[in-house]
């Protein structure tokens, strides 16, 4: 997708996010903040020309990624992006047990989610005002 | 997970999509319909014997037959789980212009299986 397509899902799971409660409605909150914050991941991986922006041809560099570890990255992680992907895997590993199982966000949980988050958008704000990139 | 921790998370997911607006939460409502279904269908595996409670399938792309080849009690709520990771394909991880419509496909395929679940929407 287009970095600009990207932002835009970034601004509708975010405004979806403020509806929430992270412990009341635990399952779609960490599923919509991971959403957010991979749009914002994949928006600053295009503004770094490591990955594909719009369509991708088979046998050519990878272009959006789903999750941290999906598709396997072609190219090596800049170190500016590694706080970036560990607070979003810290987001996705909390799936098996929070969205498909059968626990509840705590309020410590909650906080640590919402930090995470926090730090994909520094990360991620940084590389993008920088690169000055969206189509 | 058993069948009614699934209803329970299918109920407490559902409760949460609710609180969305369908006029400017558009693509949440298509990627949480994925969530809720996903509760409703392994229950549905479950009730059915497809699978026991330890065994769990995400989506119908990721189970390990065809949905035509499921249990016909199963079927209905499965074609219309099929049928959501569609619409999450095409407007969540692609750029497609989401409208209304979507969302009340959307929100008409979640009502198939919940009604196949006995869970009311």
Same mark, same amino acid.
């Given at each position: 997708m287009l970095i600009r397509d990207h932002l835009a899902r970034v601004e509708s799971f975010d405004r979806s996010l403020a509806r929430l409660d992270p412990i009341d409605d635990t399952e779609l909150y960490v599923v919509f903040l991971m959403r957010a914050a991979t749009n914002r991941v994949n928006a600053a991986l295009?503004?770094?020309?490591?990955?594909?922006?719009?369509?991708?041809?088979?046998?050519?560099?990878?272009?959006d990624m789903n999750h941290t570890y999906k598709p396997p990255m072609d190219f090596e992680l800049p170190g500016e992006?590694?706080?970036?992907?560990?607070?979003?895997?810290?987001?996705?590993?909390?799936?098996?047990?929070?969205?498909r199982g059968p626990q509840r966000l705590t309020p410590q949980l909650a906080a640590s989610c919402r930090q995470a988050y926090a730090e994909v958008v520094a990360a991620t704000d940084a590389i993008l005002k920088r690169e000055k990139a969206p189509s | 997970m058993n069948i009614n921790q699934h209803l329970e998370k299918a109920r407490a997911s559902l409760a949460s999509l609710n609180k969305l607006d369908a006029s400017q939460d558009a693509l949440a409502i298509i990627d949480g319909t994925l969530i809720v279904g996903y509760h409703l269908g392994n229950a549905?595996?479950? +009730?059915?014997? =497809?699978c026991e409670p330890c =065994?769990?399938?995400? +989506?119908?792309?990721?189970?390990?037959?065809p949905v035509h080849t499921l249990p016909a009690p199963v079927r209905p709520g499965f074609e219309a789980f099929d049928a959501l990771e569609t619409l999450r394909t095409r407007y969540v991880r692609n750029p497609g212009e989401l409208d209304a419509n979507a969302v009340r496909d959307a929100r008409r395929l979640l009502d198939t299986m919940a009604r196949e679940c006995g869970v009311t929407v």
């Open positions: 295009h503004a770094l020309d490591l990955t594909e922006e719009g369509p991708v041809a088979r046998t050519v560099r990878i272009g992006l590694h706080a970036a992907f560990r607070a979003l895997k810290s987001i996705e590993d909390l799936r098996p047990e929070y969205v | 549905l595996l479950h +009730t059915h014997g =497809v =065994v769990h399938f995400n +989506t119908p792309s990721k189970l390990e037959r």
